[in-house]
Each structure stands twice: as structure tokens, then as C-alpha cells.
């Protein structure tokens, strides 16, 4: 299947669990696993009940210092024929309140089951979406 922009986006927000990559203030990358949800022209994660340190996570604090992130997701299989990835390039805040807060914990939930349950109440990840990149096989 040939995709278009919209495509990627569609592909990438019907999957379970994507990459966020962000910047430490040092300059590392640091890379963790989230959930995530996709309205319009914005992904949505959360910091949820999982067990966690602390919900000051460095991933909020590398974004309070420098917005630009990537998210990655990725399909693999022993078929290589099946494999395909995209990624989003944007721009992220950290909301702790608000109506983009609000948006998030609705879009997750609406996403994820367990979030019906138990809803995510940590602060959330808004990403502006901008550049979109994405590969599967040739057919």
C-alpha cells in the first residue's frame, strides 16, 4: 500500500504503543515507551498511574527545555515483507491543566480501555505535528 501523509498518521494512531524521543538538557537523546492518541494535527500522551519514581519525569523536563520531538512507531515482523515505520517530527508542551489536558485525557481514553477505568491524571504531552516520515517495502 502506497501512503500519503495522512496515511502514516492514520497507521501510526491506530497502534498501541509508540517511541518518544526527546533531548536532554545535556544533549542526550533519551528515548521511553508511551501511549499515546492522535486527534487532528496534535498526539497526546499522558503520565499515568503505571508505577513510576516520581511524575516530574525527564521526559517532561526535557521538553520544558527544548520542545522539538520525534515519536516513532514501528511494526516488526519474521515477515519481512510486513515490517513498516512512521515517524512525527513536532512541537510539544507540558499541560498540567486546561482544555489541551483535557483533550489528551479524553483522546486516551477513548483509546485505551484501561484509561476508561482508571482515567490518566498526570500531565500531558501535547505535540503539534509537523513533518511526518515513513517507510514499508516496496509491493
Same mark, same amino acid.
Given at each position: ?50 508505577? &513510576?519514581?516520581?511524575?516530574? #519525569?525527564? +521526559?517532561?523536563?526535557?521538553?520544558? @527545555? ?6 516513532? *512507531? ?36 477513548? &483509546?485505551?480501555?484501561?484509561? #476508561?477505568? +482508571?482515567?490518566?491524571?498526570?500531565? @500531558?504531552?501535547?505535540?503539534?505535528i509537523g513533518? *511526518?516520515?515513513?517507510?514499508e517495502p516496496?509491493?
Amino acid at each position: 500500500m502506497n501512503l500519503d501523509r495522512d496515511g502514516a498518521i492514520g497507521r501510526a494512531a491506530a497502534y498501541p504503543v509508540a517511541h518518544l524521543a526527546t533531548t536532554r538538557p545535556s544533549g542526550a537523546p533519551h528515548v521511553v515507551a508511551i501511549t499515546f492518541a492522535i486527534e487532528a494535527e496534535r498526539l497526546y500522551s499522558m503520565v499515568d498511574h503505571k508505577p &513510576k519514581s516520581t511524575r516530574r #519525569l525527564q +521526559r517532561l523536563a526535557n521538553i520544558e @527545555a527544548n520542545p522539538h520531538v520525534s515519536i516513532l *512507531v514501528d511494526h516488526y515482523e519474521d515477515d519481512w515483507g510486513r515490517l513498516w515505520w512512521v515517524r512525527i517530527d513536532g512541537e510539544a508542551r507540558v499541560a498540567s491543566g486546561g482544555e489541551a489536558w483535557e483533550s489528551a485525557r479524553r483522546a486516551l481514553s477513548a &483509546k485505551y480501555q484501561q484509561y #476508561l477505568v +482508571r482515567p490518566p491524571a498526570g500531565p @500531558a504531552i501535547v505535540v503539534e505535528i509537523g513533518k *511526518v516520515n515513513w517507510w514499508e517495502p516496496a509491493r
